[in-house]
């Protein structure tokens, strides 16, 4: 081969070898500008609530439709790391926001390695290949977060449901992203606590004291959205348990009017599907007679404790049309409801 063959296949080479590079440039500016565009338009949804309120409930209805991606308690190892953490309230605030934001955005692989390998990625739809992608790579448990990334992207909505973080926490995501919405969900403070008191999470002995923390705080929130509600019309709305389970149909289709989803009929049939069926499917149950469920706890819990959650609950109540028992018959009659119409401030309907 001449010297001039050998300069011009040189030559060629490198020129191949620019043309790649630039390719790959261009590939990975084309996916960045898709990434953009897919999180720019996406709506981003956060169900705001408390232990044993039914937000695993809540959170089923919205995920079962194809165009949600959704995260079960996001929020729960850094909720248990900063009980036993140096690190002061401001800078896990900080933490939990992060958290939050980098899961609505799908930056995923911004997440910390133990939020991403915690139990309950079982617990959604779309987090459960993921979990158990980790399981069969326990070394390398990053090379599944492609999984995220890949259904978050392709959704049109991205969901999670926490109930470790306040409303009034909430204001710096909704002032940096107009496409962000939240679904305040409150239940009755009786059967909430009832509830939390089977899974062990305080003895009887100390109700007055977990009474007084559980509804201090959803009144604090409630207050605190009426204020957020001014400031971001039309993205925030208030649920109560109650109505959810009375009326799922006609609840769950005001809820995707708010998110922006279409109430298909088999979201229909699904909701009837699981708001009907009587099954024993242990604490974290989301198939359930939901209109049964409403009331039930008025037979386990005694007239004294619920009288001691009435007197230091009356301020949420008020708020949220809950009614006090005035008797140990009137607790028991059952065709008696102890919830009534809810203020207007309070109605899902509220949020334009």
């Known amino acids: 081969m001449t010297r001039s063959a050998q300069c011009f296949m040189v ?9 790649l590079v630039l390719a790959a440039i261009l590939s990975a500016v084309v996916i960045l500008i898709n990434h953009v565009l897919a999180v720019d338009q996406k709506t981003s949804v956060v169900i705001l609530a408390y232990m044993r309120s039914g937000s695993s409930f809540t959170g089923n209805i919205i995920q079962m439709n194809p ?9 729960y190892t850094y909720a248990h790391l900063s009980n036993q953490s140096s690190l002061d309230a401001l800078q896990y605030s900080k933490t939990y926001e992060m958290t939050l934001e980098n899961i609505l955005l799908c930056r ?21 290949n993921y979990y158990y992608c980790t399981k069969a790579n326990v070394q390398n448990s990053k090379k599944c977060v492609y999984l ?9 909505v991205s969901c999670l449901k926490t109930i470790r973080y306040s409303m009034k926490n909430m204001t710096h995501l909704l002032e940096k992203h107009g496409n962000m919405k939240i679904i305040h969900l409150i239940r009755d403070p009786r059967p909430t606590l009832l509830s939390q008191q089977k899974l062990q999470e ?3 002995d100390s109700l007055g004291k977990f009474a007084a923390m559980l509804c201090n705080r959803a009144k604090v929130d409630f207050d605190d959205s009426l204020l957020m509600k001014k400031q971001f019309p039309g993205r925030i709305a208030t649920i109560r348990y109650e109505d959810l389970a009375e009326m799922p149909v006609n609840m769950a289709t005001q809820m995707y009017n708010f998110i922006g989803l279409d109430f298909t009929d088999e979201n229909r049939d699904h909701i009837r599907s699981i708001t009907t069926r009587n ?13 049964e469920k409403v009331s039930l706890w008025r037979k386990s819990l005694p007239y004294m404790q619920v009288s ?4 230091i609950c009356h301020p949420l109540y008020r708020a949220m049309g809950y009614l006090p028992a005035q008797s140990q018959d009137h607790l028991l009659n059952m065709s008696v409801p102890l919830y009534t119409t809810v203020p207007t401030e309070s109605s899902v309907m509220n949020y334009r």
């Open 11 to 19: 030559k060629h080479r490198n020129r191949m070898k620019m043309f």
């Open 67 to 75: 165009e949600v991606f959704y995260v079960f308690e996001p929020l």
């Open 108 to 128: 995923l692989p911004e997440i910390n390695a133990d939020t991403l390998n915690q139990h309950h990625m079982i617990d959604s739809l779309d987090t459960m």
């Open 148 to 156: 995220l990334e890949k259904a978050c992207l392709r959704s049109r």
């Open 202 to 204: 305080f003895n009887f």
């Open 279 to 291: 099954s024993n499917c242990g604490a974290y149950c989301s198939s359930r007679n939901s209109t």
């Open 308 to 311: 001691l959650i009435d007197k």
